[in-house]
């Protein structure tokens, strides 16, 4: 066998691997499944809340663990996810949870086109698909709007600045016109350029622990107008 063949064998028997189980679990839904069955039922008095995210939410408890510790707060990001996977898992990781709120930061990985080419309307329709989900289920919702992105590292070109302001109008009208909270992150963030500042994120995407402070008083408002 030719020796850059034999070498690069084993890292095509990889990408074939991951390719296979992304075709099986689109979703992830394997992702909290274990974690899931260990949350108990919610106390009558808990204002139980699942913050439903991506990269920035899942890094969220990571960066800041001492935001979520004490409360009655479970996080389901997962990194890498567009509104359409998180729309597939949603029963299992916040319905079947029974929060009071569910507090929905989505869309710029579809922006990013994760998941193939998204329109704004197709994002749209994602969020708005659990919303509804949450308002049938008596979940209140907070509807976060999208952080400021100016360029994606890892897809640069798109000119993403513009189309996440479009995307955070859209969600602002549709939360007004539903009784959601709407959670304007992004004016509190954004730049000169329409663009995430490295004082709250050294790639420009995901926040660091100064981007989380700037959010958290947010969100603990949102949270709270939501459980009026």
Known sequence: MNLKISLFFPFLILILMQTEALAQDWADLKHFKAANKNVPPP????????????????????????????????????????????LVRFRQDVIDLQPKVVVLLAGTNDIAGNTGPSSLQMIMDNLKGMAELAHANGIN???SSVLPVFD????????????????????????????????????????????LPKAYAEDGVHPNVAGYKVMEPLVEKAIAKALQ
């Open 43 to 86: 106390l009558p008095e808990e204002d139980r809340v699942v913050f439903m995210g991506n990269s920035i939410t899942i890094g969220w408890l990571n960066a800041r663990p001492e935001f979520f510790e004490g409360k009655p707060y479970i996080n389901r990001g997962i990194s890498g996810q567009t509104t359409p996977q998180m």
């Open 141 to 143: 919702v907070v509807m």
């Open 152 to 195: 994606y590292p890892w897809k640069p070109g798109l000119e993403p600045a513009d189309k996440i302001v479009q995307l955070n109008k859209m969600i602002k009208a549709y939360s007004e016109e539903n009784g959601h909270v709407y959670l304007d992150n992004f004016s509190a963030m954004v730049d000169a350029r329409n663009g």
